[in-house]
């Protein structure tokens, strides 16, 4: 729609995961490089949270495109507080047979295949994202198949990607010997002020556009609206693009940003109620 109007080969703000689109501000470089160290370094456990809409899964499926082949890699991603045992779910990511099999077979399954990938010089990672959707038995589960190792080496490593309630579900006092596992974990927060204009700057230049379009007060009211939060700023960017391409403005200045957000504040169908 307003693509070609800004000089753009696609959309630079939607809110779906993206690689292309990753924007590695300080926080985000710190979250990589926790993940890489750990997965190098032979972590049994590596937790990474962050706010919701923070890029947690642009950075896994960054993550995942930059692995190297010695790791065989399983992502669980449809969590949900009903599930009581991962093993299935590990076993189906990793495309193990799981059905029709009694628990004892499963993890004799699972033990055996971990041992083979060990034969071959590779190692395994299951990655649960949205961990923060599991209950203290679904992770005490994870505990225990994390035990499964030869002599000195860890046969698999986990990463848990999740929302801030995913910190305080650690703190539990049933999970204290899950806790004390946990080797590397980050905590992503919100961008600052000067990181959000350097993230709406990164995501217009990979989606074509080299010369300024947001000025600097509108890249101020969108960081202050935003609070910092990716998606937020992409669904506000987004909009304003919409709105700027209707007018025929060649650049986003703050009054546009002011009349999306008093817009979305009367008419959003997400806006407070009277």
């Not at 470089?29 to 949270?49: H, L, T």
Request: proline share 5%.
């Amino acid at each position: 729609m307003y693509e070609a109007f800004y000089g753009l080969k696609e959309k630079p703000f939607s809110i779906l995961p993206d690689p292309d689109f990753l924007y590695f501000g300080r926080l985000h470089s710190y979250a990589y490089a926790m993940m890489e160290y750990g997965i190098k370094n032979k972590a049994g456990f590596i937790v990474i949270s962050g706010e919701i809409g923070c890029g947690k899964t642009t950075l896994i499926r960054f993550l995942l495109n930059n692995l190297s082949p010695s790791l065989t890699v399983g992502l669980v991603y449809n969590t949900h507080r009903e599930i009581a045992n991962l093993l299935e779910w590990a076993m189906l990511a990793l495309g193990l047979p799981y059905e029709g099999k009694s628990q004892v077979a499963l993890f004799d399954i699972f033990q055996r295949f971990l041992i083979e990938q060990y034969r071959l010089g590779k190692s395994v990672l299951l990655i649960v994202d949205e961990a923060q959707n599991l209950s203290p038995d679904a992770l005490e589960a994870l505990r225990m198949l994390s035990n499964i190792n030869a002599d000195k080496h860890q046969l698999l490593q986990i990463m848990l990607v999740g929302q801030p309630q995913l910190k305080k579900l650690l703190t539990h006092p049933d999970l204290l010997q899950f806790s004390q596992r946990v080797e590397v974990d980050f905590h992503i927060k919100p961008f600052s002020t000067s990181d959000v204009q350097n993230y709406i700057q990164h995501r217009l230049e990979t989606a074509g556009r080299t010369t300024p379009l947001f000025t600097p007060e509108a890249y101020a009211k969108i960081a202050e609206a935003s609070q910092g939060v990716p998606r937020r700023i992409n669904i506000l960017c987004n909009t304003a693009l919409v709105y700027g391409y209707s007018a025929e403005s060649e650049r986003i200045d703050v009054k546009l940003i002011e009349e999306v957000l008093k817009d979305k504040t009367e008419y959003g169908a997400l806006s407070t109620p009277e």
